[in-house]
């Protein structure tokens, strides 16, 4: 069975600062990849995915993921946050239909 | 508007009372989740469905069951087995083809609590 960790469960940034958070997962076949993100008050919705094909992603508002395969990782990250990015990130892996989430992350920005 | 519905967003039950939470969807996806959100643990997958008429045990199913009878719903009934059926409850959709999953679209949830 595939699981999922997310190394940083709170993590706070002042406005402009750089952001990476963490994803690994174990499964040794294909994987599909995705990170989501809730924001205050608001239903989960998708960042970025990866299937196939280039490993650096780019999603919404900025944020872009690099899969490595060797490291079974899949981080997410961005240049400069601004404070409208505090919210909480989860990753997770589909394994033929089947997802599993990480705990999640949550992100403060300071202003 | 294309989208999840889940009702009703709060609910409030009995211990040893089953009770059915509904999801449907408009997006004429063919695979539905259903997922519980606690504190610290993440998403946690209780039953998915690819396709109408099959669905397939999570992670978490013990206490739980669902039906599949029609493509744009998946009710889920949280049976009284359910030792700590107190939690937030989230359902999604989602595109599928072949064995892979598209992104999944999630809906409001339903907070349930039980005493």
């Known amino acids: 069975a595939q699981s999922v960790s997310q190394h940083n469960h709170h993590v706070i940034l002042s406005e402009a600062a750089s952001l990476e958070l963490g994803c690994n997962y174990s499964?040794?076949?294909?994987?599909?990849l995705f990170w989501y993100v809730q924001y205050p008050g608001q239903h989960l919705q998708l960042l970025l995915k990866y299937f196939s094909g280039d490993p650096l992603v780019k999603g919404i508002k900025g944020f872009e993921a690099e899969f490595i395969k060797s490291k079974f990782s899949f981080n997410l990250r961005k240049p400069s946050v601004q404070w409208s990015d505090t919210a909480e990130y989860f990753c997770a892996v589909n394994v033929v239909g089947k997802s599993t989430f990480g705990d999640g992350t949550t992100l403060t920005v300071k202003p | 508007d294309g989208g999840i519905t889940q009702s009703p967003k709060y609910l409030f039950r009995k211990e040893g009372q089953n009770v059915t939470l509904s999801c449907e969807q408009n997006l004429n996806h063919d695979a539905m989740y259903w997922y519980r959100q606690d504190p610290g643990q993440g998403l946690r997958l209780i039953y998915y469905s690819q396709i109408v008429n099959d669905f397939q045990k999570g992670d978490i199913a013990e206490g739980y069951s669902v039906s599949r009878e029609k493509k744009e719903s998946f009710p889920l009934t949280v049976t009284s087995a359910q030792k700590n059926p107190t939690a937030f409850y989230l359902c999604?959709?989602?595109?599928?083809?072949?064995?892979?999953?598209?992104?999944?679209?999630f809906g409001p949830g339903t907070r349930l609590t039980v005493t």
């Open positions: 999604a959709s989602s595109r599928r083809t072949g064995t892979s999953s598209y992104e999944q679209y």
């Open positions: 499964y040794g076949g294909t994987v599909n």
